[in-house]
């Protein structure tokens, strides 16, 4: 697990590398990770409300010299029941994203949540919840450009709430969330290996277009982002026990990763295909 910095409340690793946030008097803990030069990176993990009204995961926390504190918070709240997207700029906060959800303590929810820079140099984020995309902001001003990652709950003083199976990882041309929405995987029990073969996938990719450019890519256009999808998609499930009907599906993953990156190559490069 990342080194925690504790920002607020009491924050504790149990056993199984599961991070506790324990509300105190202050009604709210929070905690940070990561460095204030971070950028294009995705935070995974499991929340269970144990007990509370909220918690979240913060991304893009950066501080200016008179520590006004700017970040942006995916929140699971379950007073309102409601996903959220907030905006924090010192003492002002403003919700800019959120839809209706139903929600529940002792409940574990697998959570994404992606801060990227999109191919125009914009910035946005994306909060998924059990595998599929919930809410997302985009064109994002450059305070939000950059920054630590963190998590934080909400509930009167001895209220906590779990952090468990987290990772966090820089930027890759494709997404755990997106990989595993190919893969139908809701959980974050199988983290560990997709993210693995997303970085083989990449390393593949980056492998082909040496042959033609500068690798890896500086910004990523749809094209290769969906080549390391379905490539990433494809290496894991030869790493698993297939039948027969995985094997042609991982056949066919691997098909259409060929067929983006030909496409990619051909536009950029005016080449033909590659096999």
């Not at 199984?16 to 009604?27: H, P, T």
């Not at 269970?48 to 699971?76: K, P």
């Not at 994404?112 to 995309?133: C, H, K, P, Q, T």
């Not at 998609?233 to 698993?240: D, E, G, V």
Request: net charge negative; aromatic share 8%.
């Amino acid at each position: 697990m990342e080194k925690i910095m504790s920002k607020l409340g009491t924050w504790s690793v149990q056993t199984g590398e599961i991070l506790k946030g324990l509300v105190g008097a202050d009604l709210r803990a929070y905690c940070l990770a990561g460095s204030e030069d971070d950028v294009n990176y995705e935070v995974h993990g499991s929340i269970t409300i144990v007990s509370g009204t909220s918690a979240s995961v913060i991304v893009l926390y950066s501080e200016d010299v008179g520590f006004t504190e700017r970040y942006v918070e995916c929140m699971l709240d379950v007073a309102n029941q409601k996903l959220k997207i907030d905006l924090v700029n010192g003492a002002e906060r403003v919700t800019v994203a959120s839809r209706n959800y139903t929600l529940a303590v002792a409940t574990e929810y697998a959570v994404d949540v992606l801060a990227r820079i999109a191919s125009d140099g914009s910035y946005y984020v994306v909060f998924s919840v059990n595998g599929v995309e919930q809410v997302r902001i985009e064109d994002l001003g450059a305070m939000y450009a950059a920054g630590m990652h963190g998590f934080a709950c909400v509930g009167t003083a001895a209220q906590y709430t779990t952090f468990s199976n987290l990772s966090f990882l820089e930027q890759e041309y494709s997404t755990l969330t997106e990989v595993k929405a190919i893969l139908r995987i809701t959980t974050c029990e199988h983290d560990a290996e997709v993210s693995a073969a997303i970085k083989d996938a990449d390393a593949k990719i980056n492998n082909t277009l040496q042959n033609y450019e500068d690798a890896p890519l500086s910004s990523v256009p749809d094209s290769i982002n969906r080549a390391s999808k379905y490539l990433a998609a494809a290496l894991y499930l030869q790493l698993n026990p297939l039948s027969q009907t995985m094997k042609e599906q991982a056949a066919a993953f691997n098909e259409i990763a060929l067929k983006f990156l030909s496409e990619y190559i051909s536009e950029t490069h005016n080449a033909g295909a590659i096999s």
